[in-house]
């Protein structure tokens, strides 16, 4: 079972901040890796689908990179809608897994 | 848009079977993957079991090979989980999601959710 590690597990972050969020993969998974955001009470939203490609209606702020065992979240100028844990998904290699999520929290 | 409803969940004792159900709409239901990813309370998100656009490939997490079983039934639009053995670990937030593909993908549309609750 292919392992996904996300770090910071918590994250207080003030509005127009760049926030960053890793993703490592415990065996290369190539660009199979997609992100969510989950807000409190919401099903998750895709926002990042294999690695880098943008979702139709995503704010143009969320970018993903990476590929292998090392990805990243980027979330330009975060806005107080943001708030949300975020999640890494692979779909490479079954079972199919996901990261433990990243909560970032508006100061 | 993609529209996705589940229903079927509630309290059911440990031991005991439930049949969940995901009524789709917004797309063409018979070109995609369909999974089943639960969430248990205050905890993060688990995939379950994916269904290939045909009905043909099933995979399933550990945790419930051989106890659940995902199928499909693309005249009628809705993908199934029957649940068995349950255990008490099963309690969750069903969420049933389209897949970006016709079979190994990930989700990308989720629906609402419907709570399980595995209790004595």
């Known amino acids: 079972e292919i392992v996904l590690t996300q770090s910071p597990d918590f994250q207080s972050v003030t509005p127009k901040e760049k926030v960053t969020i890793t993703c490592r993969a415990s065996?290369?998974?190539?660009?199979?890796l997609h992100w969510y955001q989950q807000k409190p009470d919401q099903s998750p939203k895709l926002l990042i689908k294999?690695?880098?490609q943008s979702i139709s209606g995503v704010p143009s702020r969320f970018s993903g990179s990476g590929s292998g065992t090392h990805f990243t979240l980027t979330i330009n100028s975060l806005e107080t809608e943001d708030a949300a844990t975020y999640y890494c998904?692979?779909?490479?290699?079954?079972?199919?897994?996901f990261g433990q999520g990243t909560k970032v929290e508006i100061k | 848009q993609v529209q996705l409803v589940e229903s079927g969940g509630g309290v059911v004792q440990p031991g005991r079977s439930l049949r969940l159900s995901c009524a789709a709409s917004?797309?063409?239901?018979?070109?995609?993957?369909m999974h089943w990813v639960r969430q248990a309370p205050g905890k993060g998100l688990e995939w379950v079991a994916l269904?290939?656009?045909?009905?043909?490939?099933?995979y399933y997490a550990d945790s419930v090979k051989a106890r659940f079983t995902i199928s499909r039934d693309n005249s009628k639009n809705t993908l199934y989980l029957q649940m068995g053995s349950l255990r008490t670990e099963d309690t969750a937030l069903y969420y049933c999601?389209?897949?970006?593909?016709?079979?190994?993908?990930?989700?990308?549309?989720w629906g609402q959710g419907t709570l399980v609750t595995v209790s004595s």
């Open positions: 998904h692979q779909s490479i290699s079954l079972p199919l897994t």
């Open positions: 065996q290369s998974i190539g660009s199979g």
């Open positions: 269904l290939s656009y045909d009905g043909n490939n099933k």
């Open positions: 999601a389209k897949a970006l593909g016709i079979a190994v993908a990930g989700p990308d549309s």
């Open positions: 917004g797309f063409t239901f018979s070109r995609y993957g």
């Open positions: 294999y690695a880098s």
